[in-house]
C-alpha cells in the first residue's frame, strides 16, 4: 500500500498526499492517450462535416487510398456522424472515470468532501474541453482536409465497431424526422436554397441564374428594380396633342407617365394604344381624357406581392413612391419578370443601350444609373457585396456616393473589395460613366 505524506494544505484545503505509484503512472498515460483520442475523433466530426463544395471535390479527385476511404465515409454521413458520437462519448466517460480515480488515489479529501468534489469537476472538465474539445476542433477547421485524410481509416474502424448501435439511433431518429420533415421544410431558408442550388450543379448556367432568381425573387423590393425618376418619361397634362405626339415618337414606349406640374403629382398612366384611333386629330385634342387610374406602390414593396397584384388587376406598370409620397420610380411585369428569366429584349431595346460595355478581361464602362441589383449579376456576385457601405443607394452612381460621403470629380478613383471605381464623365453633378476594374481570384493567384 502506498506511504502517506504528512498532510499539506492544498489550494487552502486540508488534504493528505499519497506517493505516486508506477500503477497510477500508468493511469495518467491511459488517460492522456484517451484524451488525444478524444481530440482526434471531435476534431474529425468538424473536420468531415464542415467540407465546403470544392474541398469535396478536391477529395474525390485525389487518387490515394485515405481519399477514397474518406469518399465513402460521406456518402453514409447519417452512419459516421453516430458512430463518432458513440465513440466520443464513451472516450471521455472512460476519461472522467479513469481522472477521478487516479485524483483520488493521489489526494484525499476525506476532510474536505465537497471542495474535493468541485475541484474534480472543474480540473476534469477544464483538461477535457482544453485539449480533448477545444484544441483539436480549431485545428481541424484550420486544415479540414489534412485531417480528413488522416483520420480516414480510423474512422473506418470506428464505423465497423458501431454499426449495430448506430443503426438501432439512425431507425429511431427517422421516425421522429418524418413527422417533423413538412414543418423543418417550411423553416428552410433563402441561403439553404441557395446553396443546395450550387450543390445540384444544374446544367447550364443560364438554368442556375434562373434557379437562384427564383429563391432570391421574394428578398427582393420595388426599389432594387424600379426605374428610378431621373429616367422616367411623363407629360404634364397640359402639354399640348402635338406634344404628346412627338414625345411618344421619340420614346417608342407603350406606356408614358401623366402629371401635373411635377412626377410627384403623377395623375395616370397613358396607354399609347389607346391613342391609336386619335392619331389625327387637332393639337387641341383633349388627349388628358385616355390616361388611367395609376397604381402606386411602396418603395420597399417585396416584388413577388407585386407581381401578384399585378395578375390579379391585370396591370403592367405601377409608381413607386417615397415615404413623403414623392415620385422614386417607376416598376414594370417586364422588370419583374427580368429579375427571374434574366435581361428580356424586344424590338425597342438595342445593344448601344446597354448599361455597361466591356473595354477588356477585367475593366467595364457601366452607366451611373446602373441598378446595383443589375450590377452584381454581371459579375455573378452574392446581392449582399455591397450591404456595408451601400446605405440607401440603389444605383452605381448612389453607391460611389456613399463610399466617398461626398459628391466626385471627374477623375477620381474609389476602391472597395475586389472593385476599383473611377468616375468617366459627369453632367451636372450627375455621374454619367464610371469605369470599373475587378481584381479576379485568379489574378490574384
Given at each position: 500500500?502506498?506511504?502517506s505524506?504528512?498532510d499539506n494544505?492544498?489550494?487552502?484545503l486540508d488534504v493528505t498526499f499519497h506517493s505516486?505509484?508506477?500503477?497510477?503512472a500508468?493511469?495518467?498515460?491511459?488517460?492522456?492517450?484517451?484524451i488525444?483520442?478524444?481530440g482526434?475523433?471531435a476534431?474529425?466530426?468538424?473536420?468531415?462535416f464542415s467540407?465546403?463544395l470544392s474541398d469535396?471535390?478536391?477529395?474525390?479527385k485525389?487518387n490515394?487510398k485515405s481519399a477514397g476511404?474518406a469518399v465513402?465515409l460521406?456518402?453514409?454521413?447519417?452512419?459516421?456522424?453516430?458512430?463518432?458520437?458513440?465513440a466520443?462519448?464513451?472516450?471521455?466517460?472512460?476519461?472522467?472515470?479513469?481522472s477521478g480515480?487516479?485524483?483520488?488515489?493521489?489526494?484525499?479529501?476525506r476532510?474536505?468532501p465537497t471542495?474535493?468534489?468541485?475541484?474534480?469537476?472543474v480540473?476534469?472538465?477544464?483538461?477535457l474541453?482544453l485539449?480533448?474539445q477545444?484544441?483539436?476542433?480549431?485545428l481541424a477547421?484550420?486544415r479540414p482536409?489534412?485531417?480528413?485524410?488522416f483520420?480516414a481509416?480510423?474512422?473506418?474502424?470506428?464505423v465497423r465497431?458501431?454499426?449495430?448501435?448506430?443503426?438501432?439511433?439512425i431507425s429511431s431518429?427517422?421516425?421522429?424526422?418524418?413527422?417533423?420533415f413538412?414543418?423543418?421544410?417550411?423553416?428552410?431558408s433563402m441561403?439553404?436554397?441557395?446553396?443546395?442550388?450550387?450543390?445540384?450543379?444544374?446544367k447550364s448556367q443560364?438554368s442556375?441564374?434562373?434557379l437562384?432568381?427564383?429563391v432570391e425573387?421574394v428578398?427582393?423590393?420595388a426599389s432594387e428594380?424600379?426605374?428610378p425618376?431621373?429616367?422616367v418619361v411623363?407629360?404634364d397634362?397640359?402639354?399640348s396633342?402635338?406634344?404628346?405626339r412627338?414625345?411618344?415618337f421619340?420614346?417608342?414606349?407603350s406606356?408614358?407617365?401623366?402629371y401635373e406640374d411635377s412626377?410627384?403629382?403623377?395623375k395616370?398612366i397613358?396607354?399609347i394604344k389607346d391613342?391609336?384611333?386619335?392619331l389625327?386629330?387637332k393639337?387641341?385634342?383633349g388627349?388628358?381624357?385616355l390616361i388611367?387610374n395609376p397604381?402606386?406602390v411602396p418603395?420597399?414593396?417585396k416584388?413577388?406581392?407585386?407581381?401578384e397584384?399585378f395578375?390579379a388587376?391585370?396591370?403592367?406598370?405601377?409608381?413607386?413612391?417615397?415615404e413623403y409620397?414623392?415620385?422614386?420610380?417607376i416598376?414594370?411585369?417586364e422588370?419583374?419578370?427580368?429579375?427571374?428569366?434574366?435581361?428580356?429584349s424586344?424590338?425597342?431595346?438595342?445593344d448601344?443601350e446597354k448599361?455597361?460595355v466591356?473595354?477588356d478581361?477585367n475593366t467595364?464602362?457601366f452607366?451611373?444609373?446602373?441598378?446595383?441589383?443589375?450590377?452584381?449579376k454581371?459579375?455573378?456576385?452574392?446581392e449582399?457585396?455591397?450591404?456595408?457601405v451601400?446605405?440607401?443607394?440603389e444605383?452605381l452612381?448612389?453607391l460611389l456616393?456613399?463610399?466617398?460621403?461626398d459628391?466626385?470629380?471627374?477623375?477620381?478613383?474609389?476602391?472597395?473589395?475586389?472593385?476599383?471605381?473611377?468616375?468617366?464623365s459627369i453632367?451636372?453633378?450627375?455621374i454619367?460613366?464610371?469605369k470599373?476594374t475587378?481584381q479576379?481570384?485568379?489574378?490574384e493567384?
Amino acid at each position: 500500500m502506498a506511504d502517506s505524506f504528512p498532510d499539506n494544505m492544498f489550494l487552502g484545503l486540508d488534504v493528505t498526499f499519497h506517493s505516486f505509484s508506477i500503477e497510477l503512472a500508468f493511469l495518467l498515460l491511459t488517460i492522456i492517450v484517451l484524451i488525444v483520442v478524444s481530440g482526434l475523433i471531435a476534431g474529425s466530426e468538424v473536420a468531415y462535416f464542415s467540407l465546403s463544395l470544392s474541398d469535396k471535390n478536391k477529395l474525390s479527385k485525389k487518387n490515394s487510398k485515405s481519399a477514397g476511404v474518406a469518399v465513402r465515409l460521406l456518402s453514409k454521413s447519417d452512419y459516421l456522424l453516430s458512430a463518432i458520437l458513440f465513440a466520443s462519448g464513451i472516450v471521455n466517460v472512460a476519461i472522467v472515470i479513469l481522472s477521478g480515480y487516479l485524483i483520488n488515489s493521489t489526494v484525499d479529501f476525506r476532510s474536505e468532501p465537497t471542495a474535493g468534489l468541485v475541484f474534480q469537476i472543474v480540473a476534469i472538465t477544464l483538461v477535457l474541453l482544453l485539449f480533448g474539445q477545444m484544441m483539436p476542433r480549431i485545428l481541424a477547421a484550420h486544415r479540414p482536409l489534412r485531417f480528413v485524410l488522416f483520420m480516414a481509416r480510423p474512422l473506418v474502424v470506428i464505423v465497423r465497431l458501431f454499426k449495430p448501435l448506430s443503426y438501432l439511433l439512425i431507425s429511431s431518429s427517422s421516425l421522429i424526422s418524418k413527422r417533423l420533415f413538412r414543418r423543418s421544410m417550411r423553416n428552410i431558408s433563402m441561403d439553404d436554397l441557395s446553396e443546395a442550388i450550387d450543390i445540384a450543379e444544374p446544367k447550364s448556367q443560364e438554368s442556375r441564374n434562373i434557379l437562384k432568381g427564383i429563391v432570391e425573387f421574394v428578398n427582393t423590393e420595388a426599389s432594387e428594380i424600379m426605374t428610378p425618376r431621373l429616367d422616367v418619361v411623363g407629360v404634364d397634362v397640359s402639354d399640348s396633342y402635338d406634344t404628346l405626339r412627338k414625345t411618344v415618337f421619340e420614346t417608342g414606349y407603350s406606356r408614358i407617365l401623366a402629371y401635373e406640374d411635377s412626377l410627384d403629382n403623377v395623375k395616370g398612366i397613358l396607354y399609347i394604344k389607346d391613342l391609336l384611333p386619335y392619331l389625327d386629330e387637332k393639337s387641341t385634342f383633349g388627349w388628358a381624357s385616355l390616361i388611367r387610374n395609376p397604381y402606386f406602390v411602396p418603395e420597399n414593396k417585396k416584388i413577388n406581392d407585386l407581381l401578384e397584384e399585378f395578375q390579379a388587376k391585370k396591370i403592367h406598370l405601377a409608381v413607386v413612391v417615397d415615404e413623403y409620397g414623392g415620385t422614386c420610380g417607376i416598376v414594370s411585369l417586364e422588370d419583374i419578370l427580368e429579375e427571374i428569366v434574366g435581361e428580356i429584349s424586344d424590338e425597342s431595346d438595342f445593344d448601344e443601350e446597354k448599361d455597361y460595355v466591356m473595354l477588356d478581361g477585367n475593366t467595364y464602362l457601366f452607366e451611373g444609373k446602373t441598378l446595383l441589383n443589375d450590377f452584381v449579376k454581371v459579375f455573378e456576385e452574392a446581392e449582399d457585396v455591397f450591404d456595408e457601405v451601400r446605405g440607401e443607394a440603389e444605383t452605381l452612381a448612389g453607391l460611389l456616393l456613399e463610399i466617398k460621403g461626398d459628391f466626385l470629380q471627374k477623375g477620381e478613383e474609389l476602391a472597395f473589395g475586389d472593385f476599383t471605381f473611377r468616375v468617366d464623365s459627369i453632367e451636372r453633378r450627375r455621374i454619367k460613366k464610371v469605369k470599373v476594374t475587378i481584381q479576379h481570384k485568379d489574378d490574384e493567384e
